[in-house]
């Protein structure tokens, strides 16, 4: 189900706790799992429960609660915009708006053309960099101004163009 590499990689956490306690590392090896596969499938997370040696619906709590963690498929580039309040009063819910507009797409949609997936995210702990918005959970953009986004959503584009998504594992 998950490769030789990522199997190295969820070893590579499991040093960082007790033998006995391999669990410990189910976050990790969750988002190993996701980064790999594109999102988490029942069979993936069943999968990283097996070889953590703990319950299926363990694992399932743990991907079900954070919004890091893809149950369904996403884009490409999943846009994950901040609208709690800091950042709601720094223009957050205006860049999730410019965004919606400019995609095309609601929160929890995808572009037709698979492109992106737009989240609302809880607080991103960004608050004085307010609008902010996470890229596939790896990249913060910070004061995210209309302008700003227009020139995100170009970068990305292009990087699309010039480096066609693979097959993920």
């Not at 959970?137 to 693979?166: F, V, W, Y």
């Amino acid at each position: 189900m998950l490769s030789d590499n990522a199997l190295k990689r969820i070893d590579r956490e499991l040093t960082k706790y007790p033998a006995d306690q391999k669990q410990s590392a189910v976050m990790a090896a969750l988002a190993i799992a996701q980064d790999e596969k594109g999102y988490l499938a029942q069979e993936t997370i069943a999968a990283v429960a097996d070889y953590l040696g703990m319950a299926p619906m363990a694992a399932y709590e743990i991907a079900s609660f954070y919004n890091m963690y893809d149950l369904a498929p996403v884009g490409r580039f999943k846009l994950t915009v901040c609208t709690n309040l800091p950042c709601a009063l720094s223009g957050g819910v205006h860049a999730a708006d410019h965004l919606k507009q400019t995609l095309g797409i609601d929160f929890n949609e995808t572009t037709p053309d698979g492109l992106f997936t737009l989240k609302e995210g809880e607080c991103l702990g960004a608050c004085g960099d307010a609008p902010v918005l996470l890229m596939n959970n790896k990249r913060m953009c910070s004061h995210m101004s209309t302008e700003a986004i227009d020139q995100l959503l170009a970068e990305l584009r292009a990087e699309a163009l010039a480096k066609p998504a693979g097959p993920k594992s």
